[in-house]
Structures are given as structure tokens and as C-alpha cells.
């Protein structure tokens, strides 16, 4: 079974250098789409606060600035290779990234909490809204990892 795929020659057709950010940008705006769209249904399905708690929308308002903070952030700037150096430069680059990384997991973290404190802890007749809550932080949440995006940079040898 291990050689299953082997005749299959799907890599080489296709050139993925080049177009690896395109596919990571696009797939990491399907998940942050997918992730509002679950919590939108919850909202409008369960409009009552005694089925759906409205200030639970704070967990994915926390992801969505995680995910603008983290992605604001180049490879280039944490790593100390951009031409500019900002603000604070290389050090002010990884505290906002670490920023952004503490808003995403916490973030995710509370909307576990919201799932089984909330709900299931409770016996709730109805789960989905805190299971919505936990599915947009996820989603959120991995669209925020990039699935790998990669830069090049061009080096002059002398």
C-alpha cells in the first residue's frame, strides 16, 4: 500500500515554488473565513442570550487580532535580515509576534473553556454554540500558522 501513490507524478506537474505563498495566503483566508462563518450561523440560529451568550464573540475578536498582528509581521523582521528596522527593530518584531502568539492560544484556550465549562459541564440541551465558539477560534487559529509560507530572498555574492 506504501507504493500506492507512486505512479502518480502530480508534483512535477505543477510548479509549488512559486506559487507557495499564493496557496498558503488563500488557504489561510479560507480558514479565518470558515471560522466567522461557523460562529455567524451559531448567532443567527441562537439569537437568545440564554442559548448563546453574545460576549463569547470576544474569544474570536481576540483570534482576528492575532491573526492581523502575527501576519503583519515578515520572516525578514524576526529574523533581522529586512532593510528597515522599524521601531524597535529585530527585538520589537519577536514581542509582537510573541503578543500575537499569547492573543491566538489564549484565545483558543478560552474557547475550549467556553465549549466545556459553558455547555458541556453544564448538560446543555443545545451544544452548538459553544462547539461553533471552539470550530471559529480553531480555524482561526490555523489559518493564523500560515500552512508553511516560505520567502526567498535574492543575496548578492561577492
Given at each position: ?56 464573540h470576544a474569544c474570536g475578536v481576540i483570534a482576528t ?94
Open positions: 500500500m506504501s507504493g500506492f501513490l507512486e505512479g502518480l507524478r502530480c508534483s512535477e506537474c505543477i510548479d509549488w515554488g512559486e506559487k507557495r505563498n499564493t496557496i498558503a495566503s488563500v488557504a489561510a483566508g479560507v480558514l479565518f473565513f470558515t471560522g466567522w462563518w461557523i460562529i455567524i450561523d451559531a448567532a443567527v440560529i441562537y439569537p437568545t442570550m440564554e442559548e448563546f451568550n453574545h460576549s463569547y487580532i492575532a491573526f492581523l498582528m502575527i501576519n503583519a509581521v515578515s520572516n525578514g523582521q524576526v529574523r533581522g535580515d529586512s532593510y528597515s528596522e522599524g521601531c524597535l527593530g529585530q527585538t520589537g518584531a519577536r514581542i509582537w509576534l510573541f503578543i500575537g502568539f499569547m492573543l491566538a492560544f489564549g484565545s483558543l484556550i478560552a474557547s475550549m473553556w467556553i465549549l466545556f465549562g459553558g455547555y458541556v459541564a453544564k448538560e446543555k440541551a443545545i451544544v452548538y454554540p459553544g462547539i461553533a465558539v471552539f470550530f471559529q477560534n480553531a480555524f482561526i487559529f490555523f489559518g493564523v500558522l500560515k500552512m508553511g509560507k516560505h520567502q526567498t530572498f535574492l543575496y548578492a555574492t561577492h
